[in-house]
Structure formats: structure tokens, C-alpha cells
């Protein structure tokens, strides 16, 4: 059996800024162009439906765009 990894620190919330007012990320919740939130679940609402050699290409297609926003994420 393998031995259990030590737990990592939880990130807390947000610290309050200049002006008593939290920083939060310079970019919008959900920037110009990329679906809302709503739009990702209908993405996997009906995959219930589907035959399950379609799964593969809705999950790809999501992990494809998720990669791209990711990348866009400045590195410290």
C-alpha cells in the first residue's frame, strides 16, 4: 500500500486590495467570446441521448477549448 501524500494548503479567499475593495482578476468573469456558463452544460445535456462513440468527440472538443483558455493564463 502506498503512503498517503500530505495534504497541501487550501487557497483562502481574496484579500482586500487598495481601498478595502478585493482583488480580483484584471479580466471579466466570462470574457467577450467564450460561452456562458449555461452554453457549456447544454454542451453535455444530452449526452444521455447520445450513442456513447459520441462522447469521446464532445469531451475532446470541450478539453480543446478549456487547454486554449488555460493557455492564455499569465504565468507568475
Do not use: K
Not at 13 to 38: E, I, K, L, S
Amino acid at each position: 500500500m502506498t503512503e498517503p501524500s500530505r495534504p497541501h494548503p487550501v487557497p483562502g479567499p481574496p484579500r482586500p486590495g487598495p481601498g478595502g475593495v478585493a482583488a480580483g482578476p484584471a479580466r471579466p468573469a466570462v470574457p467577450v467570446g467564450d460561452p456562458a456558463p449555461g452554453q457549456v452544460v447544454e454542451r453535455f445535456a444530452d449526452l444521455a441521448q447520445r450513442p456513447v462513440g459520441e462522447h469521446v468527440a464532445v469531451f475532446e472538443a470541450e478539453h480543446d477549448r478549456l487547454t486554449r483558455e488555460l493557455g492564455t493564463i499569465d504565468q507568475l
